[in-house]
C-alpha cells in the first residue's frame, strides 16, 4: 500500500503559486521523496525527488518539513499545461519501489 | 535525450492471440520496469529489470512473460489475457534500480483484449 496521503483535488488559477501537500507521517530514514505527475493520457513525468534538504529545479520546488513526515511540492507559476495527478511516492528503504497513490488531481483554470 | 519509446501505441487482442509490447531507451540505464493501469487508477509495478536481469517480478500472472535482451530494450509478451488485462502498460527505466534516482517514463500501450 501507499504510505503517503495527499488531497484528491486541488484547483488553482493560472499563473499564481501552487502547494500541494503530502504527508508521510511512517517514511524511514533512508526514503526518498519523489513527485511525478501524469497528464491526460501520457505516462507519468518525473517532477522533483528529494531526501532531507529542500530542492528546486526548473519544474518545482520540493520543501521537505524538518521531521521529513511532510513535503510540499511548489509550482511556481501555474499554467494550464500543469493541470495533471500528482503523485507523492515514498521510495526507499521501506518500500522498495515506486508505489503510486490516489494522488492529488489539480486543476488549472484561466 | 530522455525518452523512452514504446510500440505500439495501441493493441487490440484476442484471447487466444499471442503479442508483443516493445519498450526502448538510449539513455544507458540499467534498471528497466513494465507498469500496468486500469483506468483512473494509479500505475502499479509488474516487473522490474537490472542489470539486464529480472530482479522484481510482483506476482503477475504467468500469461504475462517478460524479456530483456539488452541494456536499452524490454519486450512483454502476451499470451492468453482475459478481458480483465485490458490496460495502459507503461514502461520505464533509471539510471539504477535505487532511489536516489528517477525514473523517466514511456507513454504507454494502451492494450484491449477481446
Known amino acids: 500500500d501507499a504510505k503517503t496521503t495527499q488531497p484528491n483535488s486541488m484547483e488553482s488559477n493560472e499563473e499564481e503559486p501552487v502547494h500541494l501537500p503530502c504527508n508521510h507521517s511512517?517514511?524511514?530514514?533512508?526514503?526518498?521523496i519523489h513527485w511525478y505527475r501524469q497528464l491526460p493520457s501520457q505516462g507519468p513525468e518525473y517532477v522533483i525527488h528529494?531526501?532531507?534538504s529542500n530542492v528546486n529545479n526548473r519544474m518545482a520546488s520540493l520543501a521537505i518539513a524538518e521531521d521529513r513526515k511532510s513535503s510540499t511540492l511548489i509550482l511556481h507559476r501555474a499554467t494550464l499545461r500543469d493541470a495533471a495527478v500528482y503523485y507523492c511516492?515514498?521510495?526507499?528503504?521501506?518500500?522498495?519501489?515506486?508505489?503510486f497513490g490516489k494522488g492529488t488531481k489539480l486543476s488549472v483554470k484561466p | 535525450d530522455t525518452e523512452v519509446t514504446q510500440t505500439p501505441k495501441h493493441l487490440v487482442m484476442g484471447m487466444t492471440n499471442k503479442k508483443s509490447l516493445k519498450c526502448e531507451q538510449h539513455?544507458?540505464?540499467?534498471?528497466m520496469y513494465w507498469y500496468k493501469q486500469k483506468a483512473k487508477k494509479p500505475p502499479e509495478l509488474m516487473f522490474v529489470?537490472?542489470?539486464?536481469?529480472?530482479?522484481i517480478n510482483e506476482s503477475v500472472p504467468s500469461r504475462f512473460s517478460p524479456e530483456c535482451p539488452n541494456s536499452s530494450l524490454l519486450n512483454l509478451h502476451l499470451h492468453a489475457l482475459q478481458p480483465e488485462d485490458s490496460a495502459l502498460y507503461l514502461c520505464?527505466?533509471?539510471?539504477?534500480?535505487?532511489?536516489?534516482?528517477?525514473?523517466?517514463f514511456g507513454p504507454g500501450t494502451r492494450l484491449t483484449v477481446t
Open positions: 528529494g531526501l532531507t
Open positions: 539513455m544507458g540505464h540499467r534498471a
Open positions: 529489470y537490472s542489470y539486464e536481469k529480472l530482479s
Open positions: 511512517t517514511i524511514s530514514g533512508t526514503d526518498y
Open positions: 511516492i515514498n521510495y526507499g528503504g521501506s518500500q522498495g519501489n515506486l508505489i
Open positions: 520505464a527505466s533509471s539510471q539504477t534500480g535505487v532511489p536516489l534516482y528517477e525514473q523517466y
